[in-house]
């Protein structure tokens, strides 16, 4: 298994930016996060493979930007332009799979993540 922690979450007005970051105690072939709202169902956020090919759910697409520091095996996700709707519990994951993996690290049309583990989660709150 790996251990993840994330940090960098907080509040936030609309507009306004939040980094997160994940330490991770090994990088997988496909890491990345999704967020939870309360009352609504898990929603993939943003995506990296092992060569740093990235995915974005739609609605964070031009506004969050992941990235990952494999010699520190960090994962962060710069968010700006918040919205209100960006709210929730934001998860960083790993599909737990090695580096010398294939296969596809991509999230799908009905926002789901290949993801098999995850931390416990940082806040975000973003106010109008």
């Known amino acids: 298994l790996v251990d993840l922690v994330e940090s960098g979450g907080g509040s936030a007005q609309t507009g306004g930016s939040l980094r997160l970051s994940c330490e991770a105690s090994r990088i997988t072939y496909c890491m990345g996060w999704f967020r939870q709202a309360p009352g609504e169902k898990r929603e993939g956020v943003a995506v990296?493979?092992?060569?740093?090919?990235?995915s974005y759910g739609d609605s964070v697409k031009g506004r969050f930007t992941i990235s990952k520091d494999s010699a520190k095996n960090t994962l962060h996700l710069q968010m700006n332009s918040l919205k209100p709707d960006d709210t929730g519990m934001y998860y960083c994951?790993?599909?737990?799979?090695?580096?010398?993996?294939?296969?596809?690290?991509?999230?799908?049309?009905?926002?789901?993540?290949?993801?098999?583990?995850w931390g416990r989660g940082t806040q975000v709150t973003v106010s109008s």
């Open positions: 994951g790993t599909d737990l799979r090695s580096v010398d993996s294939g296969g596809l690290c991509a999230i799908t049309e009905d926002l789901q993540v290949p993801l098999a583990w």
């Open positions: 990296i493979d092992k060569d740093g090919r990235t």
